[in-house]
T-cell receptor, first 113, second 117 residues
Framework: DQQVKQNSPSLSVQEGRISILNCDYT??????FLWYKKYPAEGPTFLIS?????DKNEDGRFTVFLNKSAKHLSLHIVPSQPGDSAVYFC????????????FGKGTKLTVNP | GEEVAQTPKHLVRGEGQKAKLYCAPI?????VFWYQQVLKNEFKFLIS????????ETGMPKERFSAKCLPNSPCSLEIQATKLEDSAVYFC???????????????FGQGTRLTVV
């Protein structure tokens, strides 16, 4: 049973516009959430994270929002750039537990010039 | 080193042969994780280490998979008697602490693509 779900396999946006990637989770024990970006033939690169005690974390063009009651998080990229085109993975873990990351299946973002 | 180094990049094995993958974590990182990604799908957790001790092995297929992290050596993941279904990209990651604390998130290597024919 998938504990972290990214229901959109792909997303296409225009350069300069906002990209919104969504992620849902089912395990209420998760208390730390991360977004990773992956280019083909490379390993995932950490992008941004958020603790469950916060509802927003911002880093430059990237903002992650967490809605604990809905068990939903989203990654906003604004403005989107062609270099942002990649697969984005949402991941979650339980602090103080096994520390393993539980990943979603990823969303392929394409930013068109 | 400043990055997680995985070798080899590609590995081809005939069914039934042994495969051994290596991972050098970032210097100073205490935790090492192995994940398997099949067909570009989600990452499946295999095993983690805290220094040279197994921390969590709940994802490991017990019969054919084994892993080690010995002092002063790269960590290794070994598959005895590979099967077609083992074909995947195997990623190693390391983190300073467990990864659930800001600025100590897990950093991934570039992966080893294992193809079993």
């Amino acid at each position: 049973d998938q504990q972290v779900k990214q229901n959109s396999p792909s997303l296409s946006v225009q350069e300069g516009r906002i990209s919104i990637l969504n992620c849902d989770y089912t395990n209420s024990m998760f208390d730390y959430f991360l977004w990773y970006k992956k280019y083909p033939a490379e390993g995932p690169t950490f992008l941004i994270s958020i603790s469950s005690i916060k509802d927003k974390n911002e880093d430059g063009r990237f903002t992650v929002f967490l809605n604990k009651s809905a068990k939903h998080l989203s990654l906003h990229i604004v403005p989107s750039q062609p270099g942002d085109s990649a697969v984005y993975f949402c991941a979650a873990l339980t602090q103080g537990g096994s520390e393993k990351l539980v990943f979603g299946k990823g969303t392929k973002l394409t930013v068109n010039p | 080193g400043e990055e997680v180094a995985q070798t080899p990049k590609h590995l081809v094995r005939g069914e039934g042969q042994k495969a051994k993958l290596y991972c050098a974590p970032i210097k100073g990182h205490s935790y090492v994780f192995w994940y398997q990604q099949v067909l570009k799908n989600e990452f499946k957790f295999l095993i983690s280490f805290q220094n040279e001790n197994v921390f969590d092995e709940t994802g490991m297929p017990k019969e054919r998979f084994s892993a080690k992290c010995l002092p002063n050596s790269p960590c290794s993941l070994e598959i005895q008697a590979t099967k077609l279904e083992d074909s995947a990209v195997y990623f190693c990651a390391s983190s300073l602490t467990g990864g659930g604390v800001k600025d100590t998130e897990a950093f991934f290597g570039q992966g080893t693509r294992l193809t079993v024919v």
